[in-house]
């Protein structure tokens, strides 16, 4: 009887192990489903928020209205979302957009200009890479800026390998600061206007409002 008992026992305290074992199994796949779940509603509202910016872009009461366009585009390019840099940039160039205290002479505008189109390029656009082998090739002070960089630049579109290569020589060069002094600089400004009324369009209409999460 005695060992009938043990044995009972024994089997019981068995079964209650495995069960634990099983609840444990259980909570674990409830939390990865809840995780999952959750990811995929983060990026989901990413998506559609950056939908909803461009379609606010498209809308003729903010197309002259730079104030708007800094709150809009700039928290996106804080968060690596290359096509809002590459649109900043687009408007500081054409429209002489000026975020408040970032300075309103030629240079300021031209550090702040290439400074967002390198934001752009480092996030992988194609077109602000572009732009950066267009500016160094171009003549700086009576000769080319760099003619290194230039070639680096123009061959990334097509090689996306070279990305940090281009990096390393951006660093060594600083001749246009990098994202994180820049982001440093404008730390906190939320105001911003243009100097110029009218200029080149913007064709904000191009930018694709697919495959937000990159």
């Given at each position: 009887?005695?060992?009938s008992?043990?044995n009972f026992i024994?089997?019981?305290?068995?079964?209650?192990s495995?069960?634990l074992i099983?609840?444990r199994?259980?909570?674990?796949?409830?939390?990865?489903t809840?995780?999952?779940?959750?990811?995929?509603?983060q990026k989901?509202?990413?998506?559609?928020?950056?939908?909803?910016?461009?379609e606010?872009l498209?809308?003729?009461d903010?197309?002259?209205?730079?104030?708007?366009?800094?709150?809009?585009?700039?928290p996106?390019?804080?968060?690596?979302k290359?096509?809002?840099?590459?649109?900043?940039?687009?408007?500081?160039?054409?429209?002489?957009l000026?975020p408040?205290?970032?300075g309103?002479?030629?240079?300021?505008?031209?550090?702040?200009?290439?400074?967002?189109?390198?934001?752009a390029a480092y996030?992988?656009?194609?077109t602000?890479?572009?732009?950066?082998a267009?500016?160094y090739?171009a003549?700086l002070?009576?000769?080319?800026?760099?003619q290194?960089?230039?070639?680096c630049w123009?061959s990334?579109p097509?090689?996306s390998?070279?990305?940090e290569?281009?990096?390393?020589?951006?660093?060594k060069?600083?001749?246009i600061p990098?994202?994180?002094?820049?982001?440093?600089?404008l730390?906190?400004?939320?105001?911003a206007?243009c100097?110029v009324?009218q200029?080149d369009?913007?064709?904000?209409?191009?930018?694709p409002?697919t495959?937000?999460?990159?």
């Amino acid at each position: 009887m005695q060992i009938s008992m043990l044995n009972f026992i024994h089997h019981t305290n068995r079964e209650v192990s495995q069960l634990l074992i099983y609840l444990r199994m259980i909570n674990v796949l409830i939390i990865c489903t809840v995780l999952v779940a959750c990811t995929s509603q983060q990026k989901s509202d990413k998506n559609t928020g950056w939908a909803e910016t461009i379609e606010i872009l498209k809308t003729t009461d903010i197309e002259h209205d730079c104030a708007k366009i800094w709150g809009l585009l700039w928290p996106w390019a804080l968060s690596g979302k290359s096509e809002a840099s590459l649109t900043l940039a687009q408007f500081v160039q054409w429209r002489h957009l000026t975020p408040k205290n970032s300075g309103e002479d030629s240079l300021a505008r031209l550090r702040l200009a290439m400074g967002l189109y390198k934001m752009a390029a480092y996030a992988g656009n194609k077109t602000a890479m572009n732009e950066l082998a267009g500016f160094y090739s171009a003549d700086l002070f009576g000769s080319p800026a760099d003619q290194e960089l230039a070639g680096c630049w123009q061959s990334t579109p097509t090689d996306s390998a070279n990305l940090e290569k281009c990096k390393s020589l951006e660093s060594k060069a600083s001749i246009i600061p990098e994202p994180e002094k820049l982001i440093s600089d404008l730390k906190g400004i939320t105001e911003a206007k243009c100097l110029v009324k009218q200029g080149d369009k913007i064709l904000l209409e191009s930018l694709p409002i697919t495959s937000v999460v990159e």
